[in-house]
């Protein structure tokens, strides 16, 4: 059920229906030109059927109206009962447990829906482009889409209740504790922790083949680590909102990083085996973003120790190489 309900917000369910409604008046579209004999049919025999569809509609908007109003005394009786047992971390525990939010979210999208189809906007448009030949197939297969929607929503919607039910009884609700903390704390526990322990091994696995590679003529590269006073800032970015380091495209990081060393050699062994201006002996880029670090305003998060200037083309690919998101502290 949580795999059907995925979308998990209002947008994402109204986006995916209208790519659907669109790809099927292109289809009805194409089929038109191609076989005029599609979309041929009596006026009246297409309002009797436009008639049929409309009415199905206005009882399937009668039913997710009703889907709502359980959902919504539902959750008022769960916030009641966990406001008086002080339990607003088992209220997050039986949003997660009941797919509150998706089946929610799910029921409004179906809604507006039925409601904006009532008036068929886009098939509209294409009855009146074709010169009224266009056939009711289109709509019946939108109103069976539309009817498997509200199954599923009436499928969550039994879930929801029972858990619901579950939730309100003491000994329930511990097992229902218990079950999201093995099934979602602990493996986004573990998860964060390897996404730490993978990024700070990026600049370690970058640099040993560089080694491998290059010898005494190596650079290193070090990412999630602070960089020293006197290195010299490389790239600095004006964050409007709090980020967090969301992804790293090791492709291009390392792309970057392998420009930059090529022309550091280059450097070295025409100035006799020692890069120019080298304040140590290997020429390091730091990355110093760190996972778990929001960061907010003007920061300077790349940084040289010796080496050559980055070029204009290394540093778009460091910028490319690091995601950041919006924090979740800034929401």
Known sequence: MRALLSFENFGSFIAAYVALDVVLVVFDTILVARLPTWGAQTSADYKSGEAIINGIASFLITAQVGVLG??????????????????????????????????????IALLAVLCAQLVWPLQALLHAWLGGQTPLALKWVLLCAHIVWLILNLAALAHFVA???????????????LRYTANVIMPDDITARRRIEIYARIGGTISQRDASQHGALACSLRVGFPASAASTDEIATVFK???????????????????????CRKVATKAGGAATGVPRMTPLLVVSPMIGRSLFGRVAWCHRDGGVKLSRLERGLLKAAFRFKRSDHAR
């Open 241 to 263: 909102r709090r980020v967090d380091v969301h992804d790293v495209r090791t492709v291009l990081l390392d792309l970057a990083f392998r420009s930059w060393s090529r022309r």
């Open 163 to 177: 858990t619901t039910f579950r939730f309100v009884q003491q000994s329930s609700r511990e097992r229902i504790r």
């Open 70 to 107: 359980v959902v919504s005394i539902a959750l008022a009786l769960v916030t009641l009962v966990a406001q008086r047992d002080a339990a607003s971390t088992d209220v997050r525990i039986y949003y997660h447990e009941a797919l509150a939010f998706e089946i929610v979210a799910s029921c």
